[in-house]
Protein backbone atom coordinates (compact mmCIF):
# COMPACT_ATOMS: atom_id res chain seq x y z
CA UNK A 1 0.00 0.00 0.00
CA UNK A 2 1.52 3.38 -0.67
CA UNK A 3 1.39 5.96 1.71
CA UNK A 4 2.79 9.21 -0.36
CA UNK A 5 4.57 9.93 -3.53
CA UNK A 6 7.23 12.76 -3.88
CA UNK A 7 7.98 13.95 -7.41
CA UNK A 8 7.17 16.36 -10.33
CA UNK A 9 3.63 17.33 -11.10
CA UNK A 10 3.45 16.56 -14.86
CA UNK A 11 0.13 17.28 -14.94
CA UNK A 12 -3.06 19.14 -13.05
CA UNK A 13 -6.34 19.61 -13.46
CA UNK A 14 -8.88 20.45 -10.86
CA UNK A 15 -9.59 16.98 -10.47
CA UNK A 16 -6.49 15.00 -10.81
CA UNK A 17 -2.79 15.14 -10.48
CA UNK A 18 -0.09 13.09 -12.08
CA UNK A 19 3.15 13.11 -10.34
CA UNK A 20 6.15 11.30 -11.68
CA UNK A 21 8.40 9.35 -9.44
CA UNK A 22 11.46 7.11 -10.56
CA UNK A 23 10.43 7.54 -14.37
CA UNK A 24 6.47 6.68 -13.21
CA UNK A 25 3.91 8.74 -13.84
CA UNK A 26 0.95 7.96 -11.49
CA UNK A 27 -2.66 9.45 -11.38
CA UNK A 28 -5.04 10.81 -8.37
CA UNK A 29 -7.98 11.79 -7.92
CA UNK A 30 -7.90 15.22 -5.73
CA UNK A 31 -10.26 17.48 -4.21
CA UNK A 32 -10.08 21.38 -4.84
CA UNK A 33 -9.23 21.86 -1.72
CA UNK A 34 -5.81 19.78 -2.99
CA UNK A 35 -5.57 21.24 -6.04
CA UNK A 36 -5.34 24.80 -4.91
CA UNK A 37 -2.06 23.91 -2.47
CA UNK A 38 -0.44 21.99 -5.88
CA UNK A 39 -1.35 25.08 -7.95
CA UNK A 40 2.07 26.88 -9.34
CA UNK A 41 4.04 23.86 -7.93
CA UNK A 42 6.44 22.00 -9.85
CA UNK A 43 7.75 19.22 -6.87
CA UNK A 44 5.31 18.18 -4.48
CA UNK A 45 4.55 15.51 -1.69
CA UNK A 46 1.33 13.63 -2.50
CA UNK A 47 -0.74 11.31 0.21
CA UNK A 48 -2.10 8.33 -1.66
CA UNK A 49 -5.49 6.84 -0.29
CA UNK A 50 -6.36 3.63 -2.17
CA UNK A 51 -10.31 2.82 -2.13
CA UNK A 52 -11.34 -0.32 -3.70
CA UNK A 53 -15.01 -0.90 -5.70
CA UNK A 54 -16.20 -3.76 -3.48
CA UNK A 55 -18.70 -4.79 -6.80
CA UNK A 56 -15.92 -4.89 -9.37
CA UNK A 57 -12.06 -5.03 -7.38
CA UNK A 58 -11.54 -2.14 -9.37
CA UNK A 59 -9.26 0.74 -7.77
CA UNK A 60 -8.87 4.01 -7.61
CA UNK A 61 -6.33 6.45 -5.97
CA UNK A 62 -7.06 9.38 -4.16
CA UNK A 63 -4.36 12.02 -3.59
CA UNK A 64 -4.11 14.75 -0.98
CA UNK A 65 -2.02 17.76 -0.09
CA UNK A 66 -1.98 16.80 3.55
CA UNK A 67 -2.01 14.41 5.96
CA UNK A 68 -4.84 16.44 7.40
CA UNK A 69 -7.30 16.52 4.78
CA UNK A 70 -6.50 12.57 4.04
CA UNK A 71 -7.27 11.81 7.82
CA UNK A 72 -10.76 14.01 7.51
CA UNK A 73 -11.10 12.02 3.92
CA UNK A 74 -10.80 8.60 5.89
CA UNK A 75 -13.39 9.67 8.58
CA UNK A 76 -16.01 10.57 6.44
CA UNK A 77 -15.77 7.41 3.90
CA UNK A 78 -16.04 5.37 7.27
CA UNK A 79 -19.27 6.59 7.61
CA UNK A 80 -22.49 4.22 6.09
CA UNK A 81 -23.40 5.97 2.65
CA UNK A 82 -20.95 8.11 2.53
CA UNK A 83 -18.57 7.14 -0.40
CA UNK A 84 -15.12 8.38 -1.61
CA UNK A 85 -17.11 10.81 -4.07
CA UNK A 86 -19.32 12.38 -1.85
CA UNK A 87 -16.42 12.40 0.85
CA UNK A 88 -14.53 14.40 -2.07
CA UNK A 89 -17.06 16.65 -3.01
CA UNK A 90 -17.55 17.89 0.89
CA UNK A 91 -13.26 18.50 0.74
CA UNK A 92 -13.97 20.35 -2.34
CA UNK A 93 -17.05 22.70 -1.52
CA UNK A 94 -15.19 23.19 2.11
CA UNK A 95 -11.51 23.28 3.54
CA UNK A 96 -10.92 20.44 6.48
CA UNK A 97 -11.05 23.03 8.82
CA UNK A 98 -14.61 24.32 7.61
CA UNK A 99 -16.47 20.86 7.73
CA UNK A 100 -14.83 20.29 11.32
CA UNK A 101 -15.91 23.47 12.60
CA UNK A 102 -19.75 22.86 10.93
CA UNK A 103 -19.95 19.57 12.17
CA UNK A 104 -18.73 20.82 15.91
CA UNK A 105 -21.27 23.49 15.58
CA UNK A 106 -23.83 21.23 14.38
CA UNK A 107 -24.51 23.55 11.21
CA UNK A 108 -26.79 21.51 9.67
CA UNK A 109 -27.59 23.90 7.10
CA UNK A 110 -23.85 24.64 5.97
CA UNK A 111 -23.10 20.99 5.58
CA UNK A 112 -26.52 20.04 3.69
CA UNK A 113 -25.73 23.19 1.77
CA UNK A 114 -23.24 20.95 -0.33
CA UNK A 115 -24.39 19.39 -3.55
CA UNK A 116 -25.88 15.91 -3.32
CA UNK A 117 -25.78 16.07 0.85
CA UNK A 118 -29.83 15.93 2.37
CA UNK A 119 -30.59 16.97 5.69
CA UNK A 120 -30.51 13.23 6.70
CA UNK A 121 -26.58 12.82 5.58
CA UNK A 122 -25.81 16.19 7.45
CA UNK A 123 -27.54 14.99 10.76
CA UNK A 124 -25.85 11.68 10.21
CA UNK A 125 -22.33 12.90 9.48
CA UNK A 126 -22.73 15.22 13.01
CA UNK A 127 -24.29 12.59 15.11
CA UNK A 128 -21.69 9.92 14.21
CA UNK A 129 -18.34 12.62 13.40
CA UNK A 130 -18.52 15.03 15.98
CA UNK A 131 -17.15 13.01 19.43
CA UNK A 132 -14.95 11.76 16.96
CA UNK A 133 -13.52 14.80 15.86
CA UNK A 134 -13.64 16.42 19.58
CA UNK A 135 -11.40 13.45 20.86
CA UNK A 136 -8.67 14.36 17.55
CA UNK A 137 -9.48 11.61 15.39
CA UNK A 138 -10.19 12.46 11.38
CA UNK A 139 -7.06 15.09 12.12
CA UNK A 140 -3.03 14.94 11.33
CA UNK A 141 -1.72 13.93 14.82
CA UNK A 142 0.43 17.74 14.84
CA UNK A 143 -2.99 20.10 15.02
CA UNK A 144 -5.05 17.81 17.16
CA UNK A 145 -3.82 19.33 20.69
CA UNK A 146 -5.14 22.54 19.21
CA UNK A 147 -8.23 21.44 17.65
CA UNK A 148 -9.02 20.38 21.59
CA UNK A 149 -7.90 23.75 22.43
CA UNK A 150 -9.84 25.69 20.19
CA UNK A 151 -13.19 23.44 21.50
CA UNK A 152 -12.60 24.11 24.62
CA UNK A 153 -12.59 27.61 24.19
CA UNK A 154 -15.59 27.44 22.06
CA UNK A 155 -17.57 25.44 24.64
CA UNK A 156 -16.90 28.05 27.21
CA UNK A 157 -17.62 31.38 25.33
CA UNK A 158 -21.18 29.05 23.75
CA UNK A 159 -21.95 28.42 27.65
CA UNK A 160 -21.32 31.75 29.01
CA UNK A 161 -23.45 33.52 25.63
CA UNK A 162 -26.14 31.02 26.17
CA UNK A 163 -26.54 31.86 30.16
CA UNK A 164 -26.67 35.58 29.08
CA UNK A 165 -29.98 34.74 27.10
CA UNK A 166 -28.64 34.20 23.08
CA UNK A 167 -29.83 31.58 21.12
CA UNK A 168 -27.07 28.55 20.16
CA UNK A 169 -27.47 28.95 16.59
CA UNK A 170 -26.85 32.61 16.81
CA UNK A 171 -23.68 31.63 19.03
CA UNK A 172 -22.62 29.21 17.18
CA UNK A 173 -22.54 31.16 13.56
CA UNK A 174 -20.93 34.06 15.24
CA UNK A 175 -18.16 32.47 16.67
CA UNK A 176 -17.48 30.14 14.06
CA UNK A 177 -17.13 33.41 12.07
CA UNK A 178 -14.91 35.16 15.47
CA UNK A 179 -12.59 32.11 15.53
CA UNK A 180 -11.94 31.84 11.66
CA UNK A 181 -10.59 35.25 11.86
CA UNK A 182 -8.76 34.96 14.93
CA UNK A 183 -7.98 31.21 15.68
CA UNK A 184 -6.05 31.85 18.54
CA UNK A 185 -8.81 34.17 20.04
CA UNK A 186 -9.50 33.49 24.37
CA UNK A 187 -12.76 33.23 25.65
CA UNK A 188 -12.88 36.62 26.77
CA UNK A 189 -11.45 38.30 23.18
CA UNK A 190 -14.74 35.94 21.75
CA UNK A 191 -17.09 36.89 24.41
CA UNK A 192 -16.51 40.50 23.55
CA UNK A 193 -16.33 40.11 19.74
CA UNK A 194 -19.28 37.85 19.84
CA UNK A 195 -21.64 40.29 21.84
CA UNK A 196 -20.57 43.07 19.15
CA UNK A 197 -22.57 40.97 16.18
CA UNK A 198 -25.08 39.19 18.27
Known amino acids: MIDYIKGKITQLSPTQVVIESGGVGYISEISLQSYQEFEGKEDSVVYIQTQVNTRDGSSIDYGFSSRDERELFRLITGISGMGAASARMMLSSMSSD ?17 KGLGIKTAQRLILELKDKLIKGEGSD ?9 RNAVMEEATSALQMLGFNKAAINKALQK ?21
Open 98 to 114: EIREAILAEDVVRIKSI
Open 141 to 149: ASSILFANE
Open 178 to 198: LIKEKPDAKVEQLIKSALQIL
